[in-house]
């Protein structure tokens, strides 16, 4: 099986990708373990799901008479939102470090197995920032020449993702744009 692997063309390429899989699943399993399946994880998401339906039916209905207590109310809703989505994201770090762990042992493992070698061909020549990404640890001056790190990079961010989608495991609608640090209110009083 070995043999045959390395004797196809892209199988420097197909072997990355491959690993990049692996260790997505990996990850994915690790956090499933560690934050998915807990109570707490459960009703962090329920309560962030409850928060961002009712904000949205509140801020969608028409003028009422009381415009004052109708703010009051979608801004404690919205503090209520900020203050779950911040927990959910506490909750997020201990899965964090291990599957941060577990990915630099991975790329560690990578980067010694093709230390110096052009595993895969792009097929453009990219920007300069690009290229000192694409190009990095690999001798020669060809610009379409892609290195593991590159497509290592690509690979986990886009299957890791889309894995979480298909999971169910992507952060609910109203936490989407929140995180451990929000961007400050742009309201005007």
């Not at 692996?22 to 690790?30: D, K, R, S, Y």
């Amino acid at each position: 099986m070995a043999t045959m692997l390395s004797s196809l063309k892209y199988s420097d390429s197909l072997t990355v990708v491959g690993i990049s899989f692996c260790t997505a699943f990996l990850c994915e399993g690790i956090s499933w373990l560690l934050i998915y399946r807990t109570s707490s994880y459960k009703s962090l998401r329920s309560s962030i799901d409850k928060a961002s339906k009712k904000l949205e039916t509140m801020k969608t209905e028409g003028p009422s008479s009381t415009k004052k207590s109708k703010t009051k109310k979608i801004d404690r809703v919205e503090t209520t939102l900020k203050e779950s989505t911040r927990d959910l994201s506490l909750s997020k770090f201990k899965s964090g470090a291990v599957v941060a762990v577990v990915l630099f042992v991975v790329f560690g493992f990578l980067n010694s197995m093709f230390e110096g070698k052009s595993i895969a061909k792009l097929p453009f020549s990219p920007a300069n920032l690009v290229q000192k990404m694409s190009h990095r640890g690999i001798p020669g001056d060809d610009p379409t020449d892609c290195s593991m790190a590159f497509l290592y990079f690509l690979c986990s961010i886009s299957i890791r993702t889309n894995l979480q989608k298909f999971l169910g495991f992507s952060p609910p609608r109203g936490a989407a744009n929140a995180g451990l640090f929000p961007m400050p209110d742009q309201k005007i009083n």
